[in-house]
């Protein structure tokens, strides 16, 4: 809640000085972990949207690493609402993520942290990412956080083709997981995408997490920190 208490105090929307203010918190909070965080600053095309993104990125190095995890949520939103729930939730389950694995030894493989900008333009910066960054390459396994809505569980609903391993490993390490196949189905009829889908031209496979109740919330002047259940943002973080 501290996160997110200045992180949703207003819209930030890309390129705007709000924008800003939430790139530089973002910065610091990793920084105050012991990370090194980069922004990402370039000019991104896509069909009839340009802008220019500021993508934060930053690596947990692991002991003996194949292929790097990511873990990603965007910090841009729309004009009206202050984004405590899109993508506010995410974020502060990162950071505190982050915080909780640098008390713990080091993990395997590298964990990539990405807080994607222009997500809400139509992906430009997760599309800005995977085709400028070299640390793309990199990425094996992507975890993508996002909303539609300002309560209800963490639905793991989107996941890779030929995905009986992750939805197996899935299934072992979550106690609270809440996952259905129809999701998807449901999914892929709406005119909605996530920086999910951008992040699959690299990454093998993954895990993409939502959650949808209270849709009247999204998108909206509501989507405030009076407008959110603290126990949807505890599952992103179980997740």
């Known amino acids: 809640m501290k996160h997110l208490r200045v992180i ?3 819209p930030h929307v890309t390129g705007t000085p709000a924008a800003a203010r939430v ?4 910065c610091n ?3 105050a972990l012991g990370l090194e ?3 990402q600053k370039t000019t991104i095309t896509s069909f009839t949207q340009a802008a220019v993104v500021e993508n934060i990125t930053a690596t947990i190095k692991g002991t003996a690493n194949t292929k790097a995890v990511l873990m990603a949520g965007h910090y841009d939103t729309v004009f009206l609402a202050p984004g405590a729930n899109d993508d506010g939730y995410s974020l502060a389950a990162i950071l505190e993520t982050v915080r909780a694995l640098k008390a713990h030894p080091p993990l395997k493989n590298d964990l990539i942290i990405l807080f994607t900008d222009g997500e809400e333009m139509g992906m430009l ?4 990412f995977v085709r400028q960054s070299p640390m793309a390459d990199e990425v094996g396994f ?7 809505g300002s309560s209800g569980p963490s639905m793991m609903f989107e996941t890779n083709d ?24 449901l999914y892929k009829r709406l005119p909605l995408n996530t920086d999910f889908s951008v992040f699959k031209e690299k990454a093998s496979s993954g895990l993409n997490f939502a959650h949808g109740n209270s849709v009247i919330d999204y998108h909206s002047v509501r989507d405030d920190v009076a407008h ?4 949807t943002m505890q599952h992103h973080g179980e997740n």
């Open 8 to 10: 949703a105090s207003e």
């Open 23 to 26: 790139r530089d918190y973002l």
């Open 29 to 31: 909070q990793l920084y």
């Open 37 to 39: 965080p980069v922004v």
């Open 125 to 128: 910066g997760a599309k800005a």
């Open 142 to 148: 992507a975890m993508n956080f996002e909303a539609r």
């Open 162 to 185: 030929q995905n009986g391993w992750v939805v197996r490993e899935f299934d072992r390490a979550i106690p609270t997981k809440f996952t259905t196949s129809l999701t998807y189905a």
């Open 228 to 231: 959110m259940d603290l126990r």
